[in-house]
């Protein structure tokens, strides 16, 4: 059993913690350890971000804070006070599955669907960065999420599909292909 | 995980003293370092203050014409700044070659200078290390240490930094920029780690409570013919096994008039090969020049039986990012 240090409650032992997660105002009061993904998954229940390694290794708790991707797993949730959070719950709008998610289901990029949560969340903020212009591209850019299925070769053929639907950066011009 | 009290200040004066004036507490920046060693064991802080609130991440040129990075930039931030790319290319490739992009958009500069070694036996505690506990022996003697140093080891300890971005900023005669309680000081990198001797748990010049505010790029004519090159187990997001940082300056003749090597994961620090840039001064940079700045970088390792291979691919790796710069490989 962790030890309760009673003395740091001068600094409080459990902090107030205000997070927008989903478009939705969540307030919080958390004990300073807890990471931000044990505060989606058991302070509430948005249990999409899966804990894989618990150690960066693997990118299944992939979330976005504040439009960037991080692992959930590698910070603390009391660093994030008035920060705005999407999981992988947010991304559909009026029970519509976002393009990546319907691109996935398309390609069957996934089996057991572990990793899937955070290879999707990963894949909108690669295309958000223009980081998917070629299947190289992709690989290098989705290296922070492993796939213990091996679904890489449909994950980036999905992601391929995305980002060829959404056409190339303006400024290159001329219509999608 | 031990309970710690939690504080986000927002200047670095209270940030500083908070930290200085208890020898139980530590700063956190991105958190991806600090909160696995909680996790394992590895820190027990009882107080753990935020720079997360301070004004520190901003890129400003300097009066000399140099680059001034705050210690809270992000990896990601710094590697696709303009200025970095054009003309510091071999830092803005390091850090695009280290973790993930998810990890690089959470990690700071000043964190990623003090992260710690990867020894798998440093890591998990029921090893005996003489970095965690001084006088416990080392597991890495013993067991396998293929990972581990051909340069720089003790009897204490054979651990490698594993920074890719140190070593790119050895390679730029960098300048590491802090703030105590009581003064600032300014490190070059060269002097800023430590090698481990018999304290191999003193890895840095780095006094408790003191915080890094930012780092400092001269202007060197060899920072914008430079390269890094990542060897590693397999295509990305793994710490290098070799790496390399190489810059040079070609006078009008095409002789090198001022060449950098810098070598990583090879030695407890981000280690300079000066007997390669020395193989290289006033010479054509042309493949007889590499091989023997390859060679010449490999002079003095000490191998141990499982770290044989690093020299070879020292030597290789050596030679071939200096054809990259040079343009025929
Ligand atoms: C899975 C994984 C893979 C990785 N791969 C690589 C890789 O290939 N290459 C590579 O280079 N790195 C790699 N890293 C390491 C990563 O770059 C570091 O974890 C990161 O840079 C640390 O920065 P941070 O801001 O998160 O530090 P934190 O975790 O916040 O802090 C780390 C330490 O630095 C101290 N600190 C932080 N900022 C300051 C400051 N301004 N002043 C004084 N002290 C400070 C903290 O007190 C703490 O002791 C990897 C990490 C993970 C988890
Ligand atoms: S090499 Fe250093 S860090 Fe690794 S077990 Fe030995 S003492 Fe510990
Ligand atoms: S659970 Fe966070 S990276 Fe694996
Ligand atoms: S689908 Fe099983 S881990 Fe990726």
Redesign the pocket.
């Known amino acids: 059993m962790p030890r309760r240090d009673e003395s740091s409650t001068a600094w409080g032992g459990r902090v107030p913690l205000a997070l927008r997660v989903n478009g939705v105002d969540r307030v919080l009061r958390l004990d300073s350890r807890v990471t931000l993904l044990d505060a989606l998954r058991d302070g509430l229940d948005l249990t999409g971000a899966k804990k894989g390694?618990d150690?960066?290794?693997c990118g299944a708790c992939t979330v976005l804070v504040d439009g960037r991707r991080v692992?959930s797993c590698?910070?603390l949730a009391v660093m994030h006070d008035g920060a705005e959070i999407t999981t992988v719950e947010g991304l559909a709008r009026d029970g519509v599955p976002h393009p990546v998610q319907e691109a996935f289901v398309e390609h069957d990029a996934l089996q057991c669907g572990f990793c899937t949560p955070g290879q999707v969340v990963s894949a909108v903020a690669l295309l958000a960065e223009g980081r998917a212009t070629s299947d190289a591209e992709i690989r290098e850019w989705m290296s922070?999420n492993l796939c213990r299925c091996a679904a890489y070769p449909n994950i980036v053929a999905a992601i391929r599909q995305v980002a060829s639907a959404e056409g190339p950066p303006p400024t290159t011009g001329g219509a999608a292909a | 995980m031990h309970p710690f009290a939690y504080a986000r200040p927002d200047d670095l004066g209270t940030a500083v003293a908070a930290?200085a004036g208890d020898p139980a507490a530590?700063?956190?920046?991105?958190?991806?370092?600090?909160?696995?060693?909680m996790k394992d064991g590895i820190?027990r802080?009882a107080l753990?203050?935020d720079?997360g609130g301070l004004p520190?991440s901003a890129i400003d040129e300097t009066p000399e014409g140099g680059l001034r990075i705050g210690?809270?930039a992000?990896?990601r931030m710094v590697a696709e700044d303009a200025a970095v790319r054009a003309r510091y290319p071999v830092l803005a490739e390091?850090?695009e070659?280290?973790?993930?992009p998810q990890?690089?958009n959470?990690?700071?500069?000043?964190?990623?200078?003090?992260?710690?070694t990867?020894c798998p036996y440093f890591r998990e505690t029921s090893f005996p290390c003489n970095k965690r506990e001084l006088g416990a022996g080392c597991a890495a003697r013993t067991g396998p240490h293929h990972l581990h140093a051909v340069f720089g080891g003790s009897d204490a300890c054979i651990a490698v930094h594993?920074?890719?971005?140190?070593v790119a900023l050895l390679a730029l005669d960098a300048t590491v920029l802090?703030?105590g309680p009581a003064s600032d000081r300014r490190v070059p990198i060269d002097g800023f780690y430590l090698l481990p001797g018999e304290t191999p748990e003193r890895e840095t010049v780095?006094r408790h409570g003191?915080?890094?505010?930012a780092v400092e790029l001269p202007a060197a004519r060899f920072a914008a013919r430079s390269r890094y090159r990542?060897i590693?187990e397999r295509a990305s997001?793994?710490?290098?096994l070799v790496s390399v940082a190489a810059a040079v300056d070609l006078g009008d003749d095409g002789r090198v008039r001022e060449a950098r090597i810098a070598l990583?994961s090879v030695a407890p620090k981000p280690w300079r090969a000066r007997a390669a840039e020395a193989a290289l001064v006033g010479r054509m940079l042309d493949a007889e020049a590499a091989a023997a700045a390859g060679r010449a970088a490999v002079a003095g390792a000490a191998p141990l039986p499982d770290t044989a291979y690093k020299v070879t691919l020292v030597e290789r790796a050596v030679a071939r990012t200096l054809a990259e710069i040079g343009g025929w490989a």
């Open positions: 390694c150690r960066g290794e692992n590698l910070t922070g | 930290v530590t700063f956190i920046a991105g958190g991806t370092e600090l909160v696995n060693w820190a802080p753990v203050v720079l520190l210690a809270l992000r990896m390091a850090l070659a280290g973790a993930s990890i690089r959470a990690a700071t500069v000043g964190g990623n200078l003090l992260q710690r990867r594993p920074s890719d971005l140190a802090l703030r780095l003191e915080a890094i505010i990542k590693r997001f793994a710490f290098a990583g």
